[in-house]
């Protein structure tokens, strides 16, 4: 890691804590506590406002922040292949939003790092994506964020056909497929349906508030415990 790298990646790991031990970013840095001790003096230094003291902790003092836009090259490429993934297989609006993020940051990126943004050799086809799962996903983002129940007719991989009425809580996206974690009011329980298996989808209006129980925060903590 270039040094200057490494002073960028102490204050993000400083923003991350309330207080850093000298020996916690060394580790996370997998650098001696030696150079930390080093780097936060010349953070300091140079003005980044850094309290604490070896053998004690480090913190950031409140309301700092960085330039906008310090970007590693591994970080440029992280945010092209993940805006080239929500373009290929999330519904046209994420798609489009993704395409608009990427333009501004290229916009005030210096030129080295335009170049790198432009250039990433990493691509995410989605040539092979049903229209209608795009169509169901952006409709279901809607109803997760406004808390609307969804009606959806379903085959299951075995074959059985039902009618549900479903909480969404989540969607997950697999790969090759996106799909839905909700509350199921058929099953009185928790129920993952893949995008691609339901028939028909519609959101009659009817909006749900977060019971205990039945949030997507119990359901991780179901998955959770099983793997335990």
Do not use: N
Not at 41 to 67: H, Q
Not at 129 to 149: H, M, N, Q, S, W
């Amino acid at each position: 890691m270039r040094r200057a790298d490494r002073l960028f990646q102490i204050i993000q790991l400083l923003r991350r804590r309330s207080v850093a031990t000298a020996a916690w970013l060394a580790q996370e840095l997998e650098v001696s506590e030696r150079t930390v001790y080093r780097d936060i003096r010349d953070l300091t230094l140079s003005g980044v406002p850094i309290e604490g003291e070896a053998g004690v902790g480090y913190m950031l003092r409140r309301g700092f922040d960085l330039p906008p836009l310090m970007f590693t090259d591994a970080e440029i490429e992280a945010m092209v292949l993940g805006a080239r993934v929500v373009k290929s297989w999330s519904d046209p609006a994420l798609a489009k939003a993704a395409e608009e993020a990427l333009a501004r940051v290229e916009a005030v990126l210096p030129d080295r790092l335009r170049a790198r943004l432009t250039a990433t050799p990493l691509f995410a086809p989605g040539f092979h994506v049903p229209v209608a799962l795009l169509g169901a996903l952006a409709t279901l983002r809607t109803a997760i964020d406004e808390r609307r129940k969804a009606c959806l007719a379903y085959t299951s991989a075995t074959g059985e056909e039902t009618e549900r009425t479903v909480r969404p809580l989540a969607l997950f996206f697999w790969g090759t497929t996106w799909s839905l974690t909700a509350w199921c009011e058929l099953r009185d329980d928790f129920r993952s349906f893949r995008l691609d298996r339901m028939r028909s989808l519609t959101i009659p209006g009817e909006r749900f508030t977060d019971e205990r129980g039945r949030t997507i925060d119990d359901f991780f903590a179901r998955m959770a415990r099983r793997e335990d």
